[in-house]
């Protein structure tokens, strides 16, 4: 059994900044990728940044240059650092991970359970 655990999420004005983290635990033999999404209410769940093979990064076009992803290998944590955060920002996210198992031979998608963020003066 693996899960991934979020935290940091909250209430922030506009302008101002927080940093998500997310957990991963259980019998992990081996994560190959890690990011972070996002659903506002009435809108489809997109992905916001991502780290693939554990090296290289990616972000969608409205959060480049003001959110950064970054990973401690060692404690099989993402973290999500949000800069600038603007009211368009409000939505609930969600870790997602692709996960290999001690004793499977193939990964799982993993997904967490969500931290609210809430851009609004």
């Known amino acids: 059994q693996v899960q991934l655990v979020e935290s940091g999420g909250g209430l922030v004005q506009p302008g101002g900044s927080l940093r998500l983290s997310c957990a991963a635990s259980?019998?992990?033999?081996?994560?190959?990728?890690m990011g972070w999404y996002r659903q506002a209410p009435g809108k489809q769940r997109e992905l916001v940044a991502g780290v693939i093979s554990g090296r290289n990064t990616m972000y969608a076009d409205s959060v480049k240059g003001r959110f950064t992803i970054s990973g401690d290998n060692a404690k099989n944590t993402v973290y999500l650092q949000m800069n600038s955060l603007k009211p368009e920002d409000t939505a609930i996210y969600y870790c997602?991970?692709?996960?290999?198992?001690?004793?499977?031979?193939?990964?799982?998608?993993?997904w967490g359970q969500g931290t609210l963020v809430t851009v609004s003066s």
């Open positions: 259980g019998s992990i033999f081996s994560i190959n990728d």
């Open positions: 997602n991970a692709l996960i290999l198992p001690v004793g499977r031979k193939s990964s799982l998608e993993v």
